[in-house]
């Protein structure tokens, strides 16, 4: 039985290191070139692609249980290059993000749609998303809040 480990550890170690991605990871990869911001690979921001929100919170006020809402956070390439979003995460699996996945040329807009799903939720709501693009910093957080109300029973 003591000979069998070894090698059980060593399958097991060469499958969590180097077992095959999922498709959807696979689709989610991007071109390296357009990702590298040269302005801003030595930290030096002039020149590269600033992300400038038009407001970075939305209160949802009060929401009754069950209830999805969603809103748009409209932001613009303040930045002399493209920007390209790479990643935007919800805190939680309640709050989802949908963002452009083309780049955004300076001086373009576009929008951060985020959809909060209340269901089993109640009380004081406040959710974050992460936004990883090449600016710098790489990553953003927006928030949304609001108040779950549950229904009456019948």
């Known amino acids: 039985m003591k000979k069998y480990i070894p090698v059980l550890a060593a399958v097991l170690s060469l499958y969590a290191c180097g077992g095959e991605q999922p498709a959807q990871q696979e689709d989610a990869k991007l071109d ?3 990702v ?21 919170v939305h209160d949802f006020g009060t929401i009754i249980q069950g209830e999805k809402v969603s809103y748009s956070f409209k932001f ?38 985020v959809v909060f799903d209340s ?18 910093p790489g990553a953003m957080v927006l928030a949304i809040n609001g108040t779950i109300e549950v229904p009456e029973a019948k």
């Not at 590298?36 to 970075?56: L, R, Y």
């Not at 303040?78 to 001086?107: F, H, M, N, Q, R």
């Not at 269901?119 to 710098?136: E, L, M, S, Y």
């Open 32 to 34: 390296t070139d357009v």
């Open 36 to 56: 590298t911001a040269p302005a801003t690979a030595s930290g030096d921001v002039e020149g590269g692609p600033v992300m400038t929100f038009e407001k970075d």
């Open 119 to 136: 269901t089993g939720k109640n009380g004081q709501q406040n959710k974050k998303v992460t936004i990883t693009a090449n600016t710098v």
């Open 76 to 113: 613009t390439n303040t930045g002399g290059s493209d920007l390209l979003i790479t990643d935007a995460k919800g805190s939680c699996g309640c709050t989802v993000p949908e963002w452009p996945k083309t780049p955004i040329k300076p001086g373009e807009t576009g929008n951060i749609d």
